[in-house]
Structures are given as structure tokens and as C-alpha cells.
């Protein structure tokens, strides 16, 4: 498997060109998927079309193999540091972490507030959205429902890293460590999706029969998605110039594209009916999804190039090196 090379301070982040391009193919197509399984609920598609709505949840399996496997990457690397750095290692890697997830996520939180279709919410009525806790627990409310997968993702960088540092303050090495941690979140979720998932809110394929269905149903579809990885990682770059700076441009606004497409919809939507011509458009879908993509498109290159890159440039900025500071202390960390 390519194991990518460590560049300098300077070219990591949003301007970093240590890019793989299959794993750009592999996000491109896990965004276009959910994107694309959330617009068939709009206008009229053909019945077969329609029918095809559930590749969606698809599209979120695949990001969060992906994001497991490039995070749990990076924490292989950064966790050889953490006996000696100890809580320091892991405040900075959840740093970096929410400094990448977390702003988007409040700027889309805020919209939805004042746009949801079920009338505008106030923060204190959303409180949990705050800390991740929405589906903690508990069904997932219509607001803001695609924010599900993101509490999964929030409480895994939370949680896997905790776990890591807890098992080096018991003596473990670093790589031990990590180890135990994997076959800890192997073995918990699907013992509490067992005994306390409600499978009867879960309608795909016929699984919602019993909860044990619904138990292997994830597990087996992780572990397909999981393998797909290292297929995508051995892809190399077509011979058509356009299509691979599609797929490297969906890959870079690909979080932007996760928590604006909703909203890009409603615009839509909203816009339909003030120039009078919802009636005639919204029904056809030749005309509603291609109007759609384009404004998703639109919304996440802004939100993009305004809000995360600016962002993203920030947190990987390093304080310069007084030329009085002993070597020691100009390591990066």
C-alpha cells in the first residue's frame, strides 16, 4: 500500500499537494453518492431512478472507512510521541482535528436554524447539537439530520485517541496501544447496536426484522468498504486531464459538499417559488437536478475558499524559530 511521504509545515494542509489520487476517487465518489441519493428525494425521478435513493447511506459507509483509515493513519504516527508528550500529543491532535471539522459544521449549524423546513429553531432548543449528542443515544430528530454521521465521526476522534493514551499510561507501547484500541471499537458498538439499536427504524432491504440482522448488516458492510481501500489507493491518475481535476476539486470541497448540499436544495427550492416557477420546473427532473448541482457546487466552493481553506491555513501555520531557542524546543510537534 502507498504510504504517503511527510512534507514540510508549509505544504500541509489546504494547499498540500501530497495528494493520493485514489483515495481523491474514493471520496469523490462516497460525496457524489450522498449527494445524489439526497437529491432523488426531490422532484419526480423515474421509479428505477428513485429506487437507487438508498446508495446515500453507501456514500456515508464509504467516508467513514476512509476516514478511519487516514485518521487512524495519522495516529499511528503522532501516538509514537504521545509516551512523552502524554496529554499534550492528544489535545493537539484533537486541534487539528476540530479546527478541520468543526467551524463549517457550526457556520451550516447556524443556517439550518434560521431555514429549517419545519419552521426556524432556536439554539437553546438544539442544545445537544452542540456537543454532538443529537442521536447519542436516542433517534436522530428530522433537524439537521445529516449531522448523524458527523456525531459518529466527533465521538470516534473523541474516544480512539483517549483509549490510546489511557492504554500507554498502563504500560503499552505506542503501536500496543493502537491495537487495543481497534479491537475495542471492533467489539463494543456491535454489542450495543445489538441490545440497544431499535431495528424497526431501520428499513433498507428488509433488515428491520430483527436487530441481530442489523448488527451484521454494518459490521459486513464496513468490512466490504474497509477492503475497498487499498483498490483505491493503488489507482493512478486517467488519461483525462478534466476528469482527474474533477475529481481532485469534488475531494478538496467534499466536506463542504457533505453539510451545504441540503441547504443548497432548499435555496433552490425557495428560489422556484419566489420567480414563480416551481410548478413548472420542480416537477421535472431534467431541469431541478442539474439547477440543483450547480447551486451545491456554487455553496460549497464558497463555503470552501471563505471558511475552511482560510482555516485550514491557520492551523498548520508554525510560530517562527527564535534563533535563541534551544533545538530541542524548535521540533515541531
Known sequence: MMMATPKPASAVGAESHDRMYGLDVCRTMAILSVVFG?????????????????????????????????????????SERWPQEQERGVMQFWYRRWMRTLPLYFFFLFVELQIYWGGASSLSAQQAYLVFAQNLAWPMPSFYGLTWSLTVEEWFYFLFPLLILLSIGFGKTPRASVLTAIVIFLVIPPVLRFFLFDASEWDYFGLAETNWLVTVYFSVVALVFAG??????????????????FVKYTSQIAYSLYLGHVVAFAACIYMFKRLGCYDTIYPNPWLT???????????ASFTYFAIERPLLTLRDKRPKVDANTPIKAQVPN
Open 289 to 299: 437536478y442539474p439547477i440543483f448541482m450547480a447551486l451545491v457546487y456554487l455553496l
Open 38 to 78: 439526497h437529491m432523488l428525494q426531490h422532484s419526480t425521478p423515474h421509479p428505477y431512478l428513485a429506487s437507487v435513493g438508498f446508495m446515500a447511506i453507501f456514500g456515508v459507509d464509504l467516508f467513514f472507512c476512509l476516514s478511519g483509515f487516514l485518521i487512524g493513519r495519522i495516529l499511528m504516527q503522532v
Open 228 to 245: 475497498l481501500i487499498p483498490f483505491f489507493s493503488g489507482l493512478s491518475p486517467t488519461r483525462f486531464a478534466w476528469f482527474n481535476r
